[in-house]
């Protein structure tokens, strides 16, 4: 199984980027995938994830928006507004476990993409 991310630059403050994930190896269509982020000194946290509930981060809530593409076995994510706080490396994930529907827990998820990294200047 691999999840591929892309889509990843560096802009100002304000400007918009849009995250892709193609996975392969697995259809996840039934399950849960999600974005997490890590920013250097800081542990990996949870941005966004969509499985039968849609949820984000009280920091990129009104601002990000995650979809998917079921046909494609994609996850996208698009940030608007970003802010200088949003600098990052970008991970998608997807568990292993067939169950998980939804979860903004990083153990509940197997399968990372490489990261793409999102840098924002002011």
């Known amino acids: 199984v691999q999840l591929q991310a892309s889509g990843g630059g560096s802009v100002q403050a304000g400007e918009s980027l849009r995250l892709s994930c193609v996975a392969s190896g697995r259809v996840f269509s039934n399950v849960v995938m999600g974005w997490f982020r890590q920013a250097p000194g800081k542990e990996r946290e949870f941005v966004a994830a969509m499985g039968d509930i849609t949820g984000y981060s009280d920091s990129v809530n009104g601002r990000f928006t995650i979809s998917r593409d079921n046909a494609k076995n994609a996850v996208y994510l698009q940030m608007n507004n970003l802010k200088p706080e949003d600098t990052a490396v970008y991970y998608c994930?997807?568990?292993?476990?067939?169950?998980?529907?939804?979860?903004?827990?990083?153990?509940?998820?197997?399968?990372w993409g490489q990261g793409t990294q999102v840098t924002v200047s002011s």
């Open positions: 994930a997807a568990p292993q476990e067939s169950r998980i529907l939804y979860s903004r827990k990083r153990e509940d998820y197997a399968y």
